[in-house]
C-alpha cells in the first residue's frame, strides 16, 4: 500500500527532470561552449539587443565594436546572447 502511493511521486519527480532540468542544463552547456570559442572578427548580439564585432576578447570580457565610427563598448563574457552568421 505504501509503495503504490510512492509511485506517483516519483513519476512525477522523474518527468519534471527529464522536461525541465535536464533541457535547461543542455542549454546552459551550449551557451557556456559558445562563449568560450568567441574571437576577434566575429558579429555577437548581447543579452541587451546590441549588435556588433568582437575587436578583443580577453578571460571574462569582450571589446565590441559597435558602429562603423569605432565606438568600443566592453562586455562580460555571459553577456552574449548569440554569435550571428557572418
Do not use: C, W
Request: charged share 20%; glycine share 6%.
Amino acid at each position: 500500500m505504501q509503495f503504490t502511493s510512492l509511485i506517483l511521486p516519483i513519476l512525477l519527480l522523474v518527468l519534471m527532470y527529464f522536461f525541465l532540468i535536464r533541457p535547461q542544463q543542455k542549454r546552459a552547456k551550449e551557451h557556456r561552449e559558445m562563449i568560450s570559442r568567441v574571437e576577434a572578427g566575429q558579429k555577437i548580439t548581447t543579452i541587451g539587443g546590441i549588435k556588433g564585432t568582437v575587436k578583443a576578447v580577453d578571460e571574462t570580457t569582450v571589446v565590441v565594436t559597435v558602429n562603423g565610427h569605432g565606438t568600443e563598448m566592453t562586455f562580460e563574457k555571459p553577456a552574449i546572447k548569440q554569435v550571428d552568421p557572418s
